[in-house]
């Protein structure tokens, strides 16, 4: 009985994360008997409490790309600083490749103002109020890993007055 417990436990603790699949393309290698088929899924998994991920899975068919891109994606996991207000603490930038991403925060009630991935890892994050743009690249991937680098440079009040050695 006890182990029924546990493995619903688990189960419930999974579905807490969403997934959602930005890009699924079709990709082709050369080799000597012609050119070989395969699948890259770009995946962005989240449970809208502050945590979110970016995975990339290839293979020879979509469904096999897809569950290796949610395992990439539960490796990745970056955890998102979230105010009161639902939204970033500061003003932040990341890049990745040619992408650069800019996020700002921004007043309740005014959503989600991004676009393609990034808008998408915002909405996973749980953040619910914030401007964001995307510049330099438009390939989905980089500027998903690029909204990740702008997370995990974030850092909330507490943490940047511990870095300062102020104590409040």
């Given at each position: 009985m006890s182990n029924r417990r546990k493995s619903n436990k688990l189960k419930e603790k999974e579905t807490d994360w969403q997934e959602r699949v930005v890009q699924i393309r079709r990709v082709t290698k050369v080799v000597?008997?012609?050119?070989?088929?395969?699948f890259r899924?770009?995946?962005?998994?989240g449970n809208e409490k502050g945590e979110v991920g970016?995975?990339?899975?290839?293979?020879?068919d979509v469904i096999g790309a897809v569950k290796k891109a949610v395992?990439?994606?539960?490796?990745?996991?970056?955890?998102?600083?979230?105010t009161k207000d639902s939204s970033i603490p500061h003003i932040v930038k990341g890049r990745s490749?040619?992408?650069?991403v800019i996020m700002r925060p921004s007043a309740p009630g005014s959503g989600v103002i991004a676009g393609g991935s990034?808008?998408?890892?915002?909405?996973?994050?749980?953040?619910?109020?914030?401007?964001?743009?995307?510049?330099?690249?438009?390939n989905p991937l980089n500027n998903a890993?690029?909204?990740?680098?702008?997370?995990l440079k974030l850092k909330t009040?507490?943490?940047v007055a511990q870095d300062r050695g102020i104590t409040s």
């Amino acid at each position: 009985m006890s182990n029924r417990r546990k493995s619903n436990k688990l189960k419930e603790k999974e579905t807490d994360w969403q997934e959602r699949v930005v890009q699924i393309r079709r990709v082709t290698k050369v080799v000597k008997g012609g050119k070989k088929l395969s699948f890259r899924a770009i995946l962005i998994i989240g449970n809208e409490k502050g945590e979110v991920g970016v995975g990339v899975g290839k293979a020879s068919d979509v469904i096999g790309a897809v569950k290796k891109a949610v395992s990439d994606g539960k490796k990745k996991i970056v955890s998102v600083p979230i105010t009161k207000d639902s939204s970033i603490p500061h003003i932040v930038k990341g890049r990745s490749g040619a992408a650069k991403v800019i996020m700002r925060p921004s007043a309740p009630g005014s959503g989600v103002i991004a676009g393609g991935s990034v808008r998408t890892i915002l909405e996973l994050a749980g953040v619910k109020n914030i401007l964001a743009k995307q510049l330099g690249s438009n390939n989905p991937l980089n500027n998903a890993r690029a909204a990740t680098d702008a997370l995990l440079k974030l850092k909330t009040f507490s943490q940047v007055a511990q870095d300062r050695g102020i104590t409040s």
